[in-house]
């Protein structure tokens, strides 16, 4: 196998995996609260649909945990579904509404928390958690609460990610930088990847994709809250917070590391793959990127050498790197399971069941392995399946640590606004006026916040 295949097959293998990176407000909510199915036991075999986006090892991985839930009874059969991207299961659980064909239960990305709480779409898992007193003391705090709305769990979190730093050891080595130690600030990412270009080991230093979750994950490690009204958890979100001395400190480095040829832009990057593929085809030699990614990245590289091919490239997986000083920690990205209000009781109970067992301690330390989520529940790291995949590959304990020790605030719980996509579109949008155009920072940051507000106001305005 050809160096260009195998640069192929990483772009291939990781195509479609979307982070979210990287997410409520008070005052909003249904106008109807449906009737809970909760604790309603099903009279006979229940058949259900689970729609989700995902993909290569990460939809393997849950296949088969889909297989060993359907064996493990024989009451309820689940029909795992692919409907493409985050976007686009959103999308087509929106469309199915009222048409008799919505899923008993859909994984859905984290910032649409807000949207599905003021839909009325969905059942509260929060109303299956008090009728059966289910047990949350084992689940990471910090998890729940960026799922909470108005003190209640919307959604149950099933896969939990977070964004980190890949960088190529060997690179660094050649550099005269200590593998060992990956950046921990932009100013330290800026000074390696000229250190990495000095050394010409990679036209630039970096791979930097145009992704807004960077701009909330950047805000929330600084301690800055992305909407007011506490992001919107005091209180509806009627403003971005983002166009803030830290927010003009964040476009600012961008920009400049772009226009200096430290970084690559490989523009808006739907699969988030392309940073990783920069790397594998040896354009760059660092890339921030969703720790989702990280079992597949691992299956690509392993395959190349196995074929003989030798890539140069020993994958390091470091925090992602922000501010100096920061007072905060990432946020929860990846995405949640919902039962859809739309069906009849029986199927959101047997979809209550079949979240139950994805979200066990057993399951999720298997999740882990399989493709690099970070367990949600504290025991599963203590579980065969969690300690073996870490001490093959230290790599998948980076996200995990980086998680489990951000503080809990305001800032990392997340910000809750209806209109989350629009607003990342508006900083993509302003981000692509400044690379692309020349923008000044401060004025791209500006035609952002602008255009995020009007989208807020636009929703909070139908909803209320």
Known sequence: MKARAIFVAVGLALLGIVATACGGGGGGGPAETPETGAATPAAGPVSINF?????????????????????SQDRITVTPLFQGTYEDNLNKVLASLGSGSVPAVAQLEDTVTQLMFDSGAVIPAQDFIDAEDYD???????????YRVEGRLLPMPFNVSNPVLYYNKIAFEKAGLDPEKPPATLDELKDDSQALVD????????????????????????????????????????????????????????????????????????????????IAGRQAEMAIGTSAALRSSID????????????????????????????????????ALYIMADRPPEEQQAAWEFIKFLVSAESQAEWFGGSGYIPSRVSSHDLPAALQIVEQYPQFQVAVDQLAESPVTVATEGALMGAFLESREAVTSGIEAMILQGKEPADALAQAAAEANAALERYNSRVQ
Do not use: C
């Not at 949350?136 to 960026?146: G, I, T």
């Not at 791979?207 to 701009?215: G, N």
């Open 300 to 335: 690509v590289l392993e395959s190349a050498h196995v074929a003989g091919e030798l890539l140069d490239i020993d994958l390091g997986v470091g925090p992602m790197p922000g501010l100096p000083g920061e007072t905060g920690g990432v946020l929860v990205g990846g995405g």
């Open 199 to 278: 050394a010409g080991t990679a036209p630039h230093g970096m791979a930097l994709d145009i992704k807004p979750w960077y701009l909330e994950h950047f805000l929330a490690k600084a301690g800055v809250d992305y909407a007011n009204n506490g992001n919107g958890r005091e209180e509806r979100a009627t403003e971005v917070a983002f166009d803030s001395e830290e927010g003009l400190e964040i476009f600012t480095w961008w920009k400049d590391m772009v226009d200096s040829g430290l970084a690559l832009n490989v523009g808006r990057n739907p699969s988030d793959s392309e940073q990783l593929f920069a």
């Open 51 to 71: 729609w989700h986006a995902m993909t290569a090892a990460n939809e393997d991985t849950l296949k088969r945990l889909t297989d060993e839930f359907n064996a």
């Open 136 to 146: 949350l003391s084992d689940f990471l705090p910090q998890v729940l609460d960026y």
